[in-house]
């Protein structure tokens, strides 16, 4: 479980310049009844929020992999104030 109403990121950086490749093994977060997420992953190809947008997830297959074009990816995590489901896990490595 998580916490309400938080936001929380993390920068993947390589100082190797490689490429970054994620696998999300878990992504089971709280979808609105309307489509799209309350709570969410988002990944971005760089690392600001400026950067492009590799995606947002909150119900994601087991063991979806994406891989960046750069050498670093902000990874972030927002949870609104209601429900609290789920949890989300997700693996790295840098690519050649």
């Known amino acids: 479980m998580y916490m309400y109403d938080i936001s929380m990121s993390l920068i993947l950086r390589n ?3 490689q ?11 709280e979808a609105k009844h309307t489509g799209g997420c309350s709570d969410y992953v988002s990944l971005y190809n760089g690392p600001s929020v400026s950067s492009s ?8 297959p087991v063991h979806s992999t994406v891989v960046s074009s750069s050498s670093s990816v902000l990874v972030v995590f927002v949870s609104d104030g209601s429900v ?10 840098f690519a050649g």
């Open 53 to 60: 947008m590799i995606g947002v997830y909150c119900a994601t």
């Open 19 to 29: 490429t970054v490749s994620i696998t999300m093994d878990v992504v089971n977060l």
């Open 15 to 17: 100082a190797m310049l």
């Open 84 to 93: 609290k489901t789920g949890r989300f896990s997700l693996s790295w490595t």
